[in-house]
């Protein structure tokens, strides 16, 4: 039976396979709201392989959650910006980049951080990406010009649109844990 380490590590290796990279950075939705946040997962389902083997240095690094989860919202709001997906497309170093930092910088740190913060903290990150996701959806939106030069502006309203529902569908989720399931603050 194949475990999440193994899972994780294979589902990466076949997104890095460059048919599947192209096809998925061929769409700008895909791009951005399939294959970013697949990477985070795949570090995310890799991240006991590397807590086991380096437990000291995340129980040093990371004891409270908070250098780890700053590290995922740096790295995850860097990728979120129009421009490292143009130059994610054009420059090789940018996407070897991508393929490393989302995995390894954003889904390790994230699995590692994730239970060692408290709801205050989860319910600020979730806050900070509800704020985010719909400020990216407006911009995307309502952008006279094209921001990404390799998609197309209907692609980038698209994009806009899921970026919006997202940050949507964390604020009815924090509304939700607030007024639905107070014990979850307890």
């Known amino acids: 039976m194949m475990n999440q380490k193994t899972f994780g590590l294979g589902l990466f290796i076949f997104l890095i396979i460059p048919p599947v990279a192209n096809l998925m950075e061929s769409v700008m939705i895909i791009h ?4 970013m946040p697949i990477l985070v ?3 995310f389902l890799m991240a006991p392989f590397f807590q086991s083997k380096f437990s000291r240095f995340f129980e040093k690094w990371n004891h409270n959650g908070i250098p780890g989860i700053l590290l995922f919202i740096i790295i995850v709001g860097y990728w979120m910006l129009p421009r490292t997906m143009d130059e994610a497309l054009e420059l090789w170093m ?3 980049f991508k393929f490393i930092s989302l995995p390894f910088l954003a889904g ?3 699995r590692d951080s994730w239970k060692k913060l ?3 903290g989860k319910n600020t990150v979730i806050i900070i990406f509800s704020i985010a996701f719909i ?6 939106i309502n952008a006279t010009m ?3 030069n ?3 502006l209907i692609e980038q309203i698209t994009l806009g649109w899921g970026f919006l529902t997202m940050g949507i569908a964390f604020v009815i989720f924090l509304g939700y844990r607030f007024f639905f399931n107070p014990s979850a603050y307890e």
Request: charged share 5%; net charge negative; glycine share 8%.
């Open 150 to 152: 390799n998609y197309l």
């Open 108 to 110: 390790v740190p994230l």
């Open 41 to 43: 997962i795949t570090g």
């Open 118 to 120: 408290e709801q205050a």
């Open 146 to 148: 094209q921001l990404c």
């Open 135 to 140: 400020v990216m959806g407006w911009l995307y």
């Open 94 to 96: 940018v996407e070897l």
């Open 32 to 35: 951005m709201h399939m294959q």
